[in-house]
């Protein structure tokens, strides 16, 4: 059993332990993504507080993702022509700005919902551009071979910040209020900002760029290359759909808190972290395997629709939570396998387009998804909004499931 142990534990962080460069942007994320969380409980907090209105936090997530609607394409474009390394310090230091301007007015008492949404739509602005970025410079860091490990890495850390920045976030929220958690989230992009500083140039993989992309003709270059690829365009299409109709959770786990269970700041916490846990035990399995397959995005994501629909009817916060788990687990399988398969489809010119489509296909549509997800809970509370995810997510699986091409291999690479 020790033996099993440990080889499990060499092959689920082998990343980490063959990729200096890795291991320390890894390192300074574990700080600033527990900090970006505890942002994003306490902002959701905080427009419950300033207006108590789901359709309010349906346009939270609006305009917090309304940046990828607008520039997701684009920054795709920007990814391939921009050195990663340079791109990601520029973004960070933008989302550090913001948290630093939503830490004074909420201090000095000067928050309102404008401000917040205007702020909101910012930070969108600086993630919009850093996500494409980001996962160029994590294929940089790992190249090929180790790319599915690395993803799920990231989303492990990603997700197993849910667990420890929303349950500190609701603790600090009850006794303090919401201002101090965007000044320790500020703080925390020291972090990431070092290690970025640290990393070391030479030992990141060359790849081919393409500086001289024009945005309409690159992404009409990225998106033929997407058509004539059967796999890679269900997989996107799967994704925009499941992600925009079921993946509201930013909306939806408040009201689950607030109007749903009454629990307060700090059961919303505990849900939120809940989700989180299961996030990154999806993610720790997903890191387990050899590599990305259809097969696990495909049970990723009938799984997350069963499991919506089972949280629908639920009232008991304890119950709820143990739901909201088994869908944390879904979820990262789901989106782990997913941004694998792409990036592996992706040749290195394309690579950044490509990732802004999948981020377009997860995030272009979440205003949409967020305003839709609010409205369905104010008719009908979050039982409608989460049975509505889960059929929808069944549905979409099933199809495309049924129109896979049957000599589509089942694992990328």
Known sequence: ???????????????????????????????????????????AWLVIELSGSPLAIGALAF???????????????????????????ATQGAAMAVSIALAVVTLTGTASLPIVYVLAALGGVALAFDAPGRQSLTFQMVGPRELPNAVALNSGLFNGSRVIGPAIAGLVIAAVGTGLCFVLNAVSFLAVLTALLLVREEELRPIERDPSARVVDGLRRAFGHVWNDPQLRLILSVVFVVST???????LVPLLAADTLHVGPEGFGFLSAAFGLGALVGAL??????????????IGTGSFGVFALLLAPMHNAYAAGVILFAIGVSFTLFTAN????????????????????????????APVGGLFAGWLAEIGG????????????????????????????????
């Open 1 to 43: 059993m020790t033996t099993l142990a440990f080889a499990l534990r060499a092959r689920t962080f082998r990343s980490l332990r063959r990729h200096r460069n890795y291991r320390i942007f890894f390192t300074g994320q574990i700080v600033s993504l527990a900090g970006t969380w505890m942002q994003n409980v306490a902002l």
């Open 63 to 89: 305009w917090r993702f309304l940046p990828f609607l607008v520039f997701g394409l684009v920054a795709g474009v920007v990814a391939d022509r921009l050195e990663s390394r340079k791109l990601v310090l």
């Open 245 to 251: 109709v079921g993946f509201n959770f930013h909306v």
């Open 285 to 298: 399995a997903a890191a387990t395997f050899r590599g990305a397959s259809w097969r696990l995005f495909s």
């Open 338 to 365: 997913a941004n694998a398969l792409v990036q592996l489809a992706a040749p290195d010119h394309l690579r950044g387009r490509l990732i802004g489509i999948y981020l377009f296909a997860f995030l272009g549509l």
């Open 382 to 413: 979050t039982s409608l909004a989460f049975a509505v995810a889960g059929v929808v997510s069944l549905a979409t699986i099933a199809v495309a499931n049924a129109r896979r091409p049957k000599a589509a291999p089942l694992h990328a690479g």
